[in-house]
């Protein structure tokens, strides 16, 4: 099941959705919805929208509304360096940084850090931003996991972790600065609810990038090889803190483009994962 928010054409409220064939959108909030945040506070939330996708509530087709980031107050925070590939990546990048990569993949605490505010998420479509002041930037196709506010995952959506391989190689502690600025996070198309750890650690999570209508890079790899797992992930996410808005946790990224590789402006960002769907955005200076 696939929750999503999404406006139309006649209206600029964000509207609360179900998509339950492929290409119709079941109209939630004609049944009284009005936040997702408050749905997946429920218990009950899987038998619930199966109840809601039974009943004859209007529908839009999918291609007719224009969908938004599923994230609607929640904290967006990532999990780091959870991928063999991202640790060796990383240490190539940085001689200086180099130990610090290493250890905390052996760790038992993870890296966790602050992303993004729920009213900075980029939507699917809008475009996602590469710092003026950088020369190499990369995105991060990442499973991001749903978690409502006592801490349980509710739903699986994607996230991309912009990043700024050159500011962040430089010095470690330039890390938020890298991470953090205007459109370096985006999330969507919808929240999948129902799949379990297990069956979300099969999933494979595609990155395409195109540069005027060609590929530029392609790579995969599986939910699966991620170290650590999610419910460690979340439970050191919520450790000492609370989020009465629950939160979104990007669980890492395990492609990473070659070092020569750096995105450009105007080129398309496509990150598949194959429980879930695309998310896809053009990229622009910021
Ligand atoms: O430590 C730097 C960031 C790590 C990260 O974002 C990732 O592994 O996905
Ligand atoms: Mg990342």
Known sequence: ??????????????????????????????????????????????????????????????????????????????????????????????????????????????????????????????????????????????????????GHIVGFTIGNDMSSRDIEGENLLYLPQAKIYTAACAVGPWIVVGPTEDDARQWTIHLEIQREGRKVFAGETRAGQIKRPFTELVEYLFRSQTFPNGAVLLTGAGVVPPDSFTLQERDSVRITISGIGALENPVAVV
């Not at 999404?6 to 600029?12: R, V």
């Not at 940084?97 to 980029?122: C, G, H, M, N």
């Open 1 to 150: 099941m696939k929750l999503c928010r999404f406006t139309t054409a006649g209206s600029p409220d964000a509207r609360i959705g179900l998509i339950v064939s492929g290409d119709a959108v079941l109209d939630l909030t004609y049944a009284g919805v009005r936040r997702v945040t408050d749905l997946v506070e429920r218990r009950d939330l899987a038998d619930e929208l199966a109840r809601l996708g039974r009943t004859s509530l209007p529908d839009h087709p999918l291609d007719g509304v224009r969908l938004l980031t599923p994230v609607e107050s929640q904290e967006v925070w990532a999990a780091g360096v959870t991928y063999l590939r991202s640790k060796e990546a990383r240490m190539e990048e940085s001689e200086f940084s180099a130990t610090a990569y290493d250890r905390v993949y052996e760790a038992s605490r993870p890296e966790i850090f602050f992303k993004s505010l729920a009213e900075k998420v980029v939507a699917p479509g809008d475009a996602v931003g590469i710092r003026r002041d950088a020369h190499w930037n990369v995105p991060e196709p990442e499973l991001a996991l749903v978690i409502n506010s006592s």
